[in-house]
């Protein structure tokens, strides 16, 4: 079999949810065939995909300009589809010209349109898949604008004309999709490292062990400037040169993100879907920064709520690091039982029905 699946980079989320459908599709078929199509470099993505692909460096959607981790830039936005769109025939009559090349069995998008366009004129059967689709949000953002009927129209017939759209939980209701169909959470289990982390840092079992990630996006908290909480040792990514008495670098450590997370006592960062499903799948509680208009945070944040244990933090206690009172209530809500993660089982026998009884 021979999937051929686009994922956008807007952060690492889409990949995290891809990274699992494909990883269940590969132990399901030895032999997959992959094609992946996304702007990460190839070594971040092979991170998280435990199978041989072909790799295509590049972005198929325009998704929302950032001005930080949780702003929005809707302006830039609006151009950006604008122009893209101005352009939108001939965006997918390209596409379509490498679908009909590479003969895919299947096209998988998380969460780019164009290429659910394509597939439909190549043929080829087609499923969107994540928590959200760049049509609810761009018209969240930008849909009063003159432009934005018809750039939604376009958007909307592409999502609407796969054979499936798959809403990974927790996901937005997406009531004008009449192909989506609702799975599980999608998110990768760890396994703890502690006593390993504790050696290599030289920490005390009894020390409280809390992630700093705000995800794919470029936000780094003012940490040189922090407290030192008692009994409280950050980890944080290598590239934030973080110059504090009690803060590391995880990525020295060697291991795979998500037993680096398993492994902590707590994570700091921002709603999105890959932390939120991974902390609460691996029982670890969150504090999140609340990205404030982002569509999607009411979604995620009211599935952890029932799922694990987290609370707000704001803003200027990110600025100041007075983060010992979140910290504590924090760790005294009660532990919920783990959730299960089985989102990508369903979704690959979703893919086998669809090959089974093709509808285009």
Not at 137 to 158: F, K, N, S
Not at 311 to 332: H, N, Q
Not at 335 to 340: C, E, G, H, L
Request: charged share 20%; hydrophobic share 45%; proline share 7%.
């Amino acid at each position: 079999m021979h999937i051929w699946f686009d994922i956008s980079f807007h952060g690492y989320g889409h990949l995290s949810q891809a990274a699992e459908v494909i990883n269940a599709c590969a132990i399901q078929h030895p032999d997959l065939r992959l094609t992946v199509k996304c702007a990460a470099p190839r070594a971040v993505i092979a991170r998280r995909i435990r199978a041989p692909f072909i790799h295509i460096q590049s972005a198929s959607d325009v998704t929302m300009a950032m001005v930080s981790a949780v702003e929005v830039d809707a302006d830039a936005s609006a151009r950006g589809y604008q122009a893209f769109h101005r352009d939108w025939a001939r965006h997918v009559a390209d596409y379509t010209a490498l679908l009909r090349h590479a003969v895919p069995d299947v096209v998988l998008a998380n969460v780019a349109y164009l290429p659910l366009a394509a597939a439909k004129r190549a043929g080829i059967p087609a499923a969107g898949l994540c928590s959200l689709n760049w049509a609810d949000i761009y018209a969240h953002y930008c849909g009063g604008r003159p432009e934005a009927a018809e750039i939604l129209g376009e958007m909307r017939a592409a999502y609407a004309g796969a054979e499936r759209f798959i809403r990974l939980e927790p996901a937005m209701p997406m009531h004008d999709l009449p192909n989506r169909v609702a799975v599980g959470p999608v998110a990768q289990y760890g396994q703890s490292q502690r006593a390993h982390i504790n050696g290599q840092l030289g920490l005390n079992p009894d020390e409280k062990l809390v992630l700093v990630n705000m995800g794919g996006m470029h936000f780094r908290p003012p940490m040189e400037s922090w407290p030192r909480l008692p009994g409280v040792t950050w980890l944080v990514q290598q590239d934030w040169r973080v110059q504090h008495a009690d803060a590391h670098a995880f990525e020295p450590l060697g291991m795979a993100f998500v037993d680096l997370l398993a492994s902590c006592d707590a994570v700091i960062g921002k709603p999105g879907y890959g932390l939120f499903t991974e902390a609460a799948v691996n029982g670890v509680p969150l504090l999140y920064l609340s990205r404030e208009d982002w569509p999607e945070e009411s979604y995620l944040v009211g599935w952890l709520v029932r799922n694990g244990r987290c609370l707000e933090v704001s803003a200027a206690a990110i600025a100041s690091g007075e983060l010992e009172s979140d910290l504590a209530a924090l760790w005294a809500q009660p532990s919920p039982p783990p959730v299960r993660s089985n989102g990508a089982q369903q979704v690959v026998k979703i893919i086998a029905e669809m090959l089974q009884n093709p509808a285009v």
